[in-house]
């Protein structure tokens, strides 16, 4: 029963361990841009202009959700992909602009409502702000709006499933070091090192 | 007896394993619970972690000391009794003002100094807990997208190293535990089939190719 118990847990940390290991690489080798990397000049391609768009009746009302939901169905005009960071209306200048972003990609789209046409500016950007991008999303910011385009909300899910397998396998990694019992007391050692040092750091910060 | 060169290997890469994850542990725990908040803003724990206390209080200070911007805002933050990364904003200050932001998890202030008047206005957010624990998460003191922005404080720079000593420690150990799956000749085929169906599902989201 013990030895079933224990090969089970093993199993399970190995192949959990192995499915998640290139999300977790990814969210690791980000940090290192994230804290360290800098963009200095993102490089916007040629605009390119749209005309004769369908503009959804009232959108410059709308609001939240609604205002992303409606202006969804701009960007098929334009030939875009991808999730809607922001729209903002410029009453005054009758125009809209929608932020659309995805991994390796960023877009802004400035439609004219009453010409009824849109200029497209995108950039490509590097393999490094693309993980950044992953790293950060759905992330917290714009909470109401955000997860509006399907690969968003199916990297969020992705995303969850990273840190429950992620904290099933560090739980489970403390019951298979804790029952070799030559590696109790380094192991022990390392875990109070590990903790002391965490707690001294954030201590350090708040206090 | 004496291992051999090859069981010495992989005794230490076994060992750096465990070990490695036991030292991070905690660090590890509170980046995957605090990134689940982060994800989550409409869950009730992470809303109550949006609620934080304001004040506003002015106060006259000596003219602030020092040859650079950096030294004049880190001599203002000494007479005010704030501590914490300094954030310039976008915009230059009009003549005669002087005004940056303090921030570290557990509060951060908005300091608006009148040089002529000898004069400075601060408002100061208190954080909860929670919120504080949440921002370690992003405690960096540096934007990507950000030109200007660097760290200015010692003890981010502490945390950040320790940010990036998990992220070492986490590679490692996936390199590691690769080394070691491969070595257990009757879980492989079953291991390729979980690794290829991580690498395609991660890798289609990588190559931006939705």
Known sequence: ?207 | MPLSAKATVELWNRRMHFYLGLFFLVFLWLFSLTGLLLNHGKWAVAQAANHRREMRYEQPIQPPAGSSEMERARDVMRQLGLVGEIDWPAAPPQPGRMEFNVSRPSDASQVRVDLVQSRASVQHFENSRLAAVRIFHTFSGSRFNTSGSRRDWMLTSVWVFSMDALAAALIVMVLGSYYMWYRLKAKRRLGVIVLTGGVVSCGVFLTGLL
């Not at chain 1, 202009?49 to 939240?64: C, M, N, S, V």
């Not at chain 1, 005009?77 to 999730?83: C, H, N, P, Y």
């Not at chain 1, 109070?192 to 910060?205: E, N």
């Open chain 1, 1 to 207: 029963m013990k030895n079933d118990f224990y090969r089970w847990t093993r199993d399970l940390h190995l192949y959990f361990g192995l499915f998640v290991s290139p999300f977790i690489l990814v969210f690791a080798a980000s940090v290192f841009f994230l804290n360290h990397g800098k963009v200095t000049a993102p490089g916007w391609g040629a605009p390119e202009t749209f005309r004769d768009l369908r503009i959804p009746e009232g959108i410059a009302q709308l609001q939240g959700r609604e205002s992303v939901d409606s202006a969804r169905e701009i960007l098929p005009q334009v030939r875009l992909t991808g999730e809607i960071a922001f729209v903002r209306v410029l009453r005054k200048e009758q125009h809209l602009v929608i932020a659309v972003a995805k991994p390796r990609f960023e877009a802004t789209v400035d439609v004219d409502l009453t010409s009824e046409s849109g200029v497209v500016s995108t950039r490509t950007t590097g393999w490094w702000e693309a993980l950044a991008y992953l790293h950060k999303s759905p992330g917290p910011h714009n909470v109401d709006i955000r997860g509006n385009w399907f690969w968003t909300r199916a990297w969020g899910l992705l995303a969850d499933t990273t840190i429950y397998l992620t904290l099933f396998i560090s739980i489970t990694g403390v019951y298979l070091w804790y029952v070799i019992r030559a590696e109790r007391r380094v192991g022990l050692w390392l875990l109070g090192a590990g903790a002391a040092s965490f707690f001294g750091i954030i201590y350090a910060v708040v206090r």
